[in-house]
T-cell receptor, first 114, second 111 residues
């Protein structure tokens, strides 16, 4: 069975603080893909990153960075020097290579206070 | 412009009625998905389709039906058997195992 767990329901930080959003996944597939999406108040999901199961390199894109660790089945997302515009719901997602299903976690609501 | 279009944006349903939510994409994607979003429950998969004329149930398919007669279109019908249909519905499409693109969503309310 596939499962994505985002244990943090809500996080509140003050602007310029660093914040890490946790994502833990379960799958029996040997080939799979992990994603992060941002959902601003408008409701439309915005793609942030895709990572396949064979690539454990960490990635940095501006203030965003991702830490993928197969040993702990985690794919965590860090925002450095957070800004008010980062306030949104963030979803972690898993695509199983054998099941062809794309499933999402319950999301983490990030509130960045000025 | 290429993209995925959901309509209507807001939909009101009376008790016992069936309603159909539209989802159209012009991205030439094979895969399409329907999700339901409720507060605190994230996105739950209703149905998905990898190819025309084929679709599979997701985790919460009861009370819903779909069709995939054309590559571009994947309409979702919320039937009267769905006892609690009030939610935000999101449609997505993707090319194989690459990132999914989402529509702007349909907010369905039972009146």
């Amino acid at each position: 069975a596939q499962k994505v767990t985002q244990a943090q329901t809500e996080i509140s930080v003050v602007e310029k603080e660093d914040v890490t959003l946790d994502c833990v996944y379960e799958t029996r597939d040997t080939t799979y893909y992990l994603f992060w999406y941002k959902q601003p108040p408008s409701g439309e999901l915005v793609f942030l990153i895709r990572r396949n199961s064979f690539d454990e390199q960490n990635e940095i894109s501006g203030r965003y960075s991702w830490n993928f660790q197969k040993s702990t089945s985690s794919f965590n997302f860090t925002i450095t020097a957070s800004q008010v515009v980062d306030s949104a719901v963030y979803f972690c997602a898993l695509y199983g290579g054998a099941t062809n299903k794309l499933i999402f976690g319950t999301g983490t609501l990030l509130a960045v206070q000025p | 412009d290429g993209g995925i279009t959901q309509s209507p944006k807001y939909l009101f349903r009376k008790e016992g009625q069936n309603v159909t939510l539209s989802c159209e994409q012009n991205l030439n994607h094979d895969a399409m998905y329907w999700y339901r979003q409720d507060p605190g429950q994230g996105l739950r998969l209703i149905y998905y389709s990898q190819i025309v004329n084929d679709f599979q149930k997701g985790d919460i398919a009861e009370g819903y039906s779909v069709s995939r007669e054309k590559k571009e279109s994947f309409p979702l019908t919320v039937t009267s058997a769905q006892k609690n249909p009030t939610a935000f519905y999101l449609c997505a499409s993707s090319r194989d195992r690459f990132e999914a693109f989402f529509g702007q969503g349909t907010r369905l309310t039972v009146v």
